[in-house]
């Protein structure tokens, strides 16, 4: 065919929703007709190879440690499935990624500006400053202090993409450098963070996990309790206690529908994954054996699943696997567990490279 912005739509979508991000963003650029086919809305990110991303930070000469010099942040994105590498500057000294992915939070080294930003949009959302929120919290310390000790972001939650909705929620959970941990929720149109009450007496111990699942932000703490947050009352809601505790790290992470808890245990025999279907309405959990035909990759801040199916654009990846980070060694390395028969390997692109950094979903 001479003029191929005359293919009939249909064939043009059904080329596009098997394309992965980087294909498919130069497809839409191709004319007029294939930008149609190639709408955002239509991208499912679910089935989409994820990428790797990373942060450096380099040094000014002669500045002092840790100055926030916002030039020198450099976030740095892998496609394994490509063998490529894409670099950003970004708009703040330290980037996290968020829940639904496709989001980071950035900030300065003391938070006191934040901002919610898509690397592939380039949307940037500025968020109200949290000064208000440590002057009136129930943490108040007193200002000498404060200029002392700063909080850190150590978890976030995003309720939906701001690209896609004109109402969306944050809520992370900070801990002073003095051990002070707490929540704290931001809706858009809001002036100012609201502090989040804990679920229990005396207040929860550190939150390991927070992610959004199925219209509430959950949460899981060092004491293994799972709360999810009500926001009329601003305060967290206990739903059950995990009996098991593990040597390990646990992740909260949404796969097919449902919300699992994936516990890595650490022993004799290495990396091993436990992972338990949560229901949050009856308060119960039920050990799963296999994920059928999606996959985890696990992140501290923000894990996710990836579905093999008949529309799937995942070379490189395999269905039924838990992608994570080893952190046992000096080094971290990506690994790869398998749920059929517990074995562990090392992670490589498809050009034989491992990676640092946190799995990312590449996502409008």
């Known amino acids: 065919m001479a003029n191929w912005e005359e293919l009939p739509q249909e064939l043009l979508k059904l080329i596009a929703q098997r394309l992965a991000i980087e294909d498919f963003v130069a497809f839409g650029a191709a004319c007029s007709s294939w930008l149609s086919a ?21 040094q000014t000469p002669g500045a002092p440690w840790l100055t926030a010099d916002v030039s020198n942040h450099i ?15 970004s708009l703040g000294t330290q980037a996290k990624t968020l829940s639904p992915p496709g989001w980071m939070l950035v900030s300065n080294w003391s938070s006191e500006y934040l901002r919610i930003f898509n690397p592939l949009s380039r949307i940037s959302i500025e968020l109200p400053t949290l000064e208000k929120l440590f002057s009136e919290s129930f943490f108040s310390l007193d200002p000498v202090i404060q200029r002392m000790v ?22 992370i959970a900070l801990d002073w450098d003095i051990g002070l ?18 679920a229990t007496h005396p207040p929860w111990t550190e939150v390991l996990q927070l992610i959004y699942y199925d219209g509430l932000f959950v949460a899981l703490d060092a004491e293994n309790h799972i709360t999810t947050l009500n926001e009329s ?4 809601e206990s739903r059950l206690v995990l009996e098991q505790k593990f040597e390990g790290r646990p992740y909260l992470v949404e796969c097919s529908g449902s ?6 245990t650490t022993g004799a025999k ?29 992140n501290d801040n923000s894990s996710f699943s990836m579905d093999f199916d008949a529309a799937s654009c995942l070379a490189g990846f395999k269905p039924n696997h838990i992608y994570f ?17 517990g074995k562990v390997e090392t992670y490589s692109d498809v050009i034989g490279h491992s990676h640092a950094g946190q799995w990312f979903r590449p996502n409008f």
């Open 181 to 198: 941990p707490w929540l704290a929720f931001y809706r858009s149109g809001d002036d100012a963070w609201r502090e989040v009450s804990p």
């Open 38 to 58: 190639a709408a955002k809305e239509t991208y499912d990110a679910k089935s989409k190879p994820p990428w790797l991303v990373t942060y450096v930070y380099k």
């Open 325 to 341: 980070t080893d952190y046992t060694n000096e080094e971290e390395e990506k690994k790869i567990y398998s749920m059929d028969c």
């Open 150 to 171: 700063r909080p850190r972001i150590k978890r976030m939650a995003l309720s939906s993409s701001p690209s896609s909705s004109g109402s969306y929620a944050v809520m």
């Open 259 to 264: 919300l699992l808890v994936a516990w890595e």
């Open 233 to 236: 009352e601003s305060r967290m």
């Open 75 to 89: 976030t740095e994105f892998c496609s394994p499935s490509r063998g490529r590498t894409y670099p950003l500057k």
């Open 270 to 298: 290495g990396n091993r994954f436990r992972v338990f279907d949560v229901d949050l309405e009856k308060g119960t959990k039920e050990e799963v054996k296999s994920l059928g035909k999606a996959s985890l990759f696990l």
